[in-house]
């Protein structure tokens, strides 16, 4: 069974004081791992797409990193507006499922 | 602009009503799906459709139905409500197959069923 652990579940930090949340996963064979932002009340907005060990992404203030077992999303000098929950799903390829399982979700908060 | 719709935002009934939530999408893609958010549980996914007039089961489908009789059109459809199907849905679509390409989320539909 595909599962994906996300931590810390919240975190608060300091605006300009830069951090990591983290995303675990399992599966059998990984087709590609999602990071998604979700401000309240609202639907997920995709930010990136990983599908190899090594791989990084940047957009802005946030930057997605990938291994074999894990992925990171590191947010340099965060501002008031990067508060929301972060999401991390996984596609896996095994068996032909076309169901992507998603974490829990970090809740960032941070603080001008 | 590109987007994903869903109506109504939000529904409160009661139980054994019949509803239907429904969601277009403007993107012309393929695949579409819906999830209910619940707290404490994460993104689950309800049913899934790689194409029109196909449509699978995602990981919690009991007590619901869909239907993709058009590209565009993805309605959920709740044949008799129970308090636990009370949640936050999220019709979302993307391209292809989601392994490759981002799903695109609609606003979220609250459903309250008393």
């Known amino acids: 069974e595909d599962q994906v652990t996300q931590s810390p579940e919240a975190l608060r930090l300091q605006e300009g004081e830069s951090s990591s949340l983290n995303c675990s996963y399992t599966?059998?064979?990984?087709?590609?791992l999602f990071w998604y932002r979700q401000d309240p009340g609202k639907g997920p907005e995709f930010l990136f797409t990983?599908?190899?060990a090594g791989e990084e992404k940047e957009k802005e203030r946030l930057k997605a990193t990938l291994t074999k077992k894990e992925s990171f999303l590191h947010i340099t000098a965060p501002k008031p507006e990067d508060s929301a929950t972060y999401l991390c799903?996984?596609?896996?390829?095994?068996?032909?499922?076309?169901?992507?399982?998603f974490g829990r979700g970090t809740s960032l908060i941070v603080h001008p | 602009e590109a987007q994903v719709t869903q109506n109504p935002r939000y529904l409160i009934t009661v139980t054994g009503k019949k509803l239907t939530v429904t969601c277009s999408q403007n993107?012309?893609?393929?695949?579409m799906s819906w999830y209910r958010q619940d707290p404490g549980l994460g993104l689950r996914q309800i049913y899934y459709?790689?194409?029109?007039?196909?449509?699978d089961k995602g990981d919690v489908p009991e007590g619901y139905k869909v239907s993709r009789k058009e590209k565009r059109n993805f309605p959920l459809i709740l044949e008799s409500p129970s308090p636990n199907q009370t949640s936050l849905y999220f019709c979302?679509?993307?391209?292809?197959?989601?392994?490759?390409?981002?799903?695109?989320f609609g606003p979220g539909t609250r459903l309250t069923v008393l």
């Open positions: 979302a679509s993307s391209l292809s197959f989601p392994g490759n390409n981002e799903q695109f």
């Open positions: 599966v059998s064979g990984l087709r590609g």
């Open positions: 990983l599908y190899s």
């Open positions: 799903a996984v596609q896996a390829t095994s068996g032909g499922s076309y169901i992507p399982t």
């Open positions: 993107m012309n893609h393929e695949y």
């Open positions: 459709s790689m194409n029109v007039e196909v449509t």
